[in-house]
């Protein structure tokens, strides 16, 4: 699949956990990571602070099985349905998205 990268080599990656629907995490990848995670079937990313290949959880444990890729009508963003392998975020919570606004 032809993705449509934005001017920095990007498009954005929605991680939701296969079983529950729930959103996990919203990262970015470049042309490696997608070619990795599928190559893999384990969530790839590209890490815009550190500029380099991340592999979710390669040092935490916390991985993320591939169960399916979805992408979007207009090639430019990524859905991972993912097999969690322990919290999402790096700050141990399950998901990325746990200060609600009110």
Known sequence: MDLKFDDK????AIVTDSASGA????????????????ETR??????RSRQELWHKGATSGNTMKVIEVHVDCDKDAVWLKVEPAG????????SCFFTQVD
Do not use: D, I, R
């Open 9 to 12: 080599g990007l498009v954005t």
């Open 42 to 47: 384990e969530a790839h990313f590209w890490s």
């Open 23 to 38: 959103l996990l995490m919203v990262a970015h990848m470049n042309a490696q990571a997608y070619a990795k995670t599928l």
């Open 87 to 94: 919290p999402a975020c790096h700050t141990g919570a399950q």
